[in-house]
């Protein structure tokens, strides 16, 4: 890669899957960055990669990809940095950008937007209120099929107790629940400060009656939640989905649905969402079977992915985002940069074997 030196013209950066909420927030703060934005409604894939030629830097989301054609044709274009505006990065093969282009990201905006819409999913199905806001502005005021459960009293699991999943803990805790969790690197010291147990999958599994994934998607945990997982869950669980959502074997669960041997479904993710969610179908038909009968049960609710949308999370988003381009820029700073080595556990880094 070309060594890099402090420049005086702006970074160009050429901008993928633009949403008219992410043209406000970087167009509030690039004034403060010496960057030039230019806003490209297109995903990111090896069909439009050809637009960032001449471009400096490539800034992509959640379901830009960004596999190994289209890092060939960035690299040809000139692109030296891809600044994902995402804490996620399973779309990208890391593999393929490694030494090529440095992919830099945000890996904290906001976790609490993301643990708050879980909780908003999580008390919305349990207590109807999706169902209960279309009756009442109907003018049906009935409560007949919009029984709950309380929380307190019930049992937790939260799988991935990083950031976002340690913040959902805490806030479930506050409810009067018992909260279990999992995760490889247990965070020990703040189980133990906030009474959280740390427990098997399979346990986690049997004894909760919510169950929230806070986990990132990597190979090793695709279809976390399948057949197997979802028979070893009580019958009324809940599922509450706002990491990615490979996690579920989404056909196991509407199975299980059918079956009635869930309670619910709250999905933020849905694994085939890139087809479908950021944009308005509302006048077509959706071709996706799995995702059109997901939306016929009452008890699965579905947001698209939204989580993060908050008016802090979007600030943060935009100002780290501008900041990882100027820093690179301006001083080769890469703080932010996704380590291939960290993911394949070859890291130097850190002694966890984690950069971030
Ligand atoms: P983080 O990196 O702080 O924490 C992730 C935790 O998951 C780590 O402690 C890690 O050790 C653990 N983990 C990894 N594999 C696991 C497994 N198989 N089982 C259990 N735990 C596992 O990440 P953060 O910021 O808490 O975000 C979590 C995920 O949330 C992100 O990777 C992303 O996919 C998703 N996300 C979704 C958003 C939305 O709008 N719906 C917004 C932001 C993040």
């Not at 013209?9 to 230019?38: C, G, H, L």
């Not at 891809?82 to 990065?89: D, E, K, P, Q």
């Not at 479904?265 to 085939?272: H, Q, R």
């Amino acid at each position: 890669m070309n060594t890099v030196m402090k420049r005086e013209s702006p970074v160009r950066v050429a901008f993928f899957d633009t949403k008219p909420y992410d043209r406000e927030y970087f167009d509030a703060y690039k004034s403060s960055f010496n960057v030039e934005i230019k806003y490209f409604p297109s995903k990111l894939s090896a069909d439009t990669a050809s637009l960032a030629k001449g471009y400096d830097t490539v800034c992509a989301f959640v379901n830009d990809e960004l596999d190994a054609p289209t890092a060939d044709m960035l690299v040809e274009g000139g692109v030296r940095l891809v600044a994902l505006r995402c804490a996620g990065y399973n779309n990208v093969d890391l593999k393929a950008v490694w030494g090529r282009l440095h992919v830099v990201r945000v890996p904290a905006y906001s976790p609490h937007a993301v643990a708050e819409h879980a909780i908003a999913l999580l008390l919305t199905l349990n207590r109807k209120i999706h169902k209960s806001y279309i009756r009442t502005r109907e003018g049906n005021f009935t409560l007949a099929g919009l029984v709950g459960f309380d929380l307190f009293g019930k049992t937790a699991g939260i799988i991935g107790t990083g950031q976002i999943g340690r913040i959902t803990a805490e806030i479930l805790k506050g409810f009067g629940m018992k909260v279990l969790a999992t995760d490889p690197f247990p965070n020990e010291g703040w189980a133990a400060e906030k009474d959280i147990q740390y427990t098997t999958m399979e346990d986690l599994f049997r004894q909760s009656d919510v169950i929230s994934l806070h986990c990132p998607l990597t190979p090793e945990n695709h279809h976390l939640v399948n057949s197997e997982s979802l028979a070893k869950m009580k019958k009324n669980a809940i599922i509450i989905n706002t990491g990615r959502g490979a996690l579920i074997d989404t056909k196991a669960l509407i199975h299980a649905l059918k079956t009635h041997s869930l309670g619910g479904a709250a999905l933020d993710v849905y694994e085939e969402e890139d087809e479908y969610f950021f944009e308005d179908h509302s006048a077509s038909v959706i071709k996706d079977d799995v995702l059109a009968r997901l939306l016929t049960f009452p008890n699965v609710l579905i947001t698209g992915h939204q989580a993060f949308l908050t008016h802090e999370a979007l600030t943060a988003i935009a100002t780290t985002t501008l900041g990882n381009i100027q820093n690179y820029f301006d001083s080769g700073d890469l703080s932010n940069e996704i380590c291939y080595r960290c993911t394949q556990k070859t890291c130097s880094r850190k002694e966890t074997g984690r950069c971030f």
